[in-house]
């Protein structure tokens, strides 16, 4: 698969009191934009790719970095509290401000379960929904590897570490991410301490067992048509909670990558683009 990182535009934007950092694919084309919501403790340069291939179809589509992640401000916890609650609410006011009256909503990794949680408030706004290895369901814990980036002192010392990004990524996809694109992911760590001292707030706060909840009743009444991709050797979430969902729930449609795992984006980026293709040529266009 052919890569044109040139086609993504970088920006920001002010929204209220905060500043978001986002990519962006800008085309003119009456089709419906794609919005792009990341995990930890990645930021929007993981949806590069599929971005990418998405222009070549002249599909529009954005990615922002969350509040507190990223190029985005990382406020102290005065001023944002990094709850789901008001991650939720910040999406929301960046919603308005880029305009976007209609899109179609793509969600991968712990944090990507915000963006359900906006999907299921704000139904009328989506199109359609794509999932990639997110927490769904209530037996969902965080796995080790983060778990222990919010404990005190530990966590403190951790997520001071620019290394943290290669050990949790590469562990999550089980696969070696290229120097050039580790120097990207790592580089909000290098700048500044505050992007740490965030993924500490917001590992701290997911608030995870109650979401969950949330989420799966949600998304097992949810009517609008749905894409779930997901890397099944993934040992952080088990593809049987996306088996489940989609028995359930006829308007959902899933997809297994055998071999992906945790971060599918990152290794199996042209699999994920024709799966999204082809959804959008049955479901949308």
């Known amino acids: 698969m052919s890569i044109n990182n040139n086609k993504i535009k970088t920006d920001k934007i002010q929204v209220g009191k905060f500043q978001w950092f986002y990519r962006q694919i800008e085309i003119t084309s009456d089709r419906t934009p794609v919005l792009f919501l990341h995990g930890l403790p990645s930021h929007s340069y993981t949806w590069r790719q599929i971005m990418s291939v998405l222009a070549d179809e002249e599909i529009p589509s954005i990615a922002p970095d969350w509040i507190g992640c990223g190029f985005s401000d990382k406020p102290n916890q005065r001023d944002f509290s990094y709850t789901p609650e008001a991650f939720v609410t910040s999406l929301r006011e960046l919603v308005a401000a880029l305009k976007l009256e209609k899109f179609y909503l793509v969600v991968q990794g712990f944090l990507g379960s915000v963006g359900l949680q906006y999907a299921l408030q704000n139904s009328a706004q989506i199109e359609g929904l794509i999932i990639l290895n997110t927490p769904i369901a209530p037996n969902t814990k965080l796995p080790w590897l983060m ?8 966590g403190d010392m951790m997520t001071q570490d620019p290394l943290l990004v290669d050990r949790t990524m590469e562990k999550g996809s089980g696969f070696v991410i290229a120097d ?28 995870l067992d109650q979401t969950m909840k949330e989420i799966e009743t949600g998304l097992s009444q949810w009517s609008k048509p749905t894409l779930i991709i997901w890397g099944t050797a993934d040992s952080w979430l088990d593809v049987a909670d996306a088996k489940k969902l989609a028995d359930a729930n006829s308007d959902i449609t899933l997809v297994e990558l055998p071999e992906a795992k945790h971060y599918p984006q990152e290794h199996w980026a042209s699999d994920i683009a024709t799966e999204i293709l082809q959804f959008f040529r049955r479901k949308i266009f």
């Not at 778990?147 to 530990?154: E, G, Y």
């Not at 694109?181 to 909000?188: A, G, I, M, T």
């Open 180 to 207: 050039k694109d580790l120097d990207v992911l790592r580089k909000p760590f290098l700048q500044s301490s505050a992007v740490g001292r965030s993924l500490m707030a917001i590992l701290k706060k997911l608030q």
């Open 147 to 154: 778990k222990q980036l919010s404990l005190p002192f530990v």
